[in-house]
């Protein structure tokens, strides 16, 4: 048994909101509006339903999309931070399962920082869906390693923050498994942006159970 301490950087993404509600169901109806359209279309619930139509890494980069979005379509959003706080973990547990969490958690940030791109790759004039699709089964395949060595380390019942990681990671795995190289660019961009945004949304979940375990 070892006893282990680190710390969980800070994330921050920037989001474009299309519009916040008090009912689910008034954000949905906007969501799927905005799906056909190509954006995410993601319901986010925090105090509010938040449609949001894709996020980004850099404040400039989503600043000048939603500008873009103005001026090209007409269609006003507003700039809303998604914040994760940097936190201390401490962990008591068998070496190999604190390295394979640790690894867990870099793979769940590289993940997202990953389809994050691929979203802007996507939403380029010379974005290829094939050459995109190559490299998120690339993806998958480096995903379904770490998940199955969580896996294997943690058996049920499990750590509350592996449970969470795995649920990303099969996640992840589902949203693979229905990839279509002849999808439509539209369609395809708009799947990738919500999985994008669901996977920092599964990985918020994770940081809040830390707290309690």
Not at 42 to 71: K, N
Not at 149 to 156: I, K, N, S
Not at 183 to 204: C, E, W
Request: glycine residues 8%.
């Amino acid at each position: 048994m070892d006893a282990c301490e680190w710390t969980l950087p800070e994330q921050n993404w920037y989001a474009l909101q299309l519009g916040a509600f008090d009912s689910e169901a008034s954000a949905q109806t906007l969501a799927q509006q905005f799906r056909l359209r190509g954006a995410a279309g993601y319901v986010w619930l925090a105090d509010r339903y938040r449609v949001l139509a894709a996020v980004y890494a850099d404040e400039e980069d989503a600043r000048a999309v939603r500008d873009q979005i103005r001026e090209q379509h007409g269609v006003d959003s507003y700039l809303y931070p998604i914040r994760l706080p940097g936190t201390g973990v401490s962990m008591q547990g068998m070496r190999g399962q604190i390295e394979i969490l640790k690894a867990g958690f870099l793979h769940a940030a590289d993940l997202i920082a990953q389809l994050q791109q691929y979203s802007l790759q996507a939403d380029r004039p010379d974005g290829s869906v094939q050459q995109i699709t190559e490299g998120l089964k690339v993806l998958h395949d480096q995903t379904a390693l770490v998940a199955l060595r969580l896996e294997q380390r943690f058996p049920e019942p499990r750590n509350p923050c592996a449970s969470g990681l795995l649920t990303l990671f099969d996640s992840f795995a589902g949203y693979c498994s229905q990839l279509d190289a002849q999808m439509p660019t539209v369609g395809f961009g708009a799947q990738l942006k919500y999985q994008t945004i669901l996977s920092i949304d599964l990985l918020r979940q994770v940081y809040d159970t830390l707290g309690n375990t």
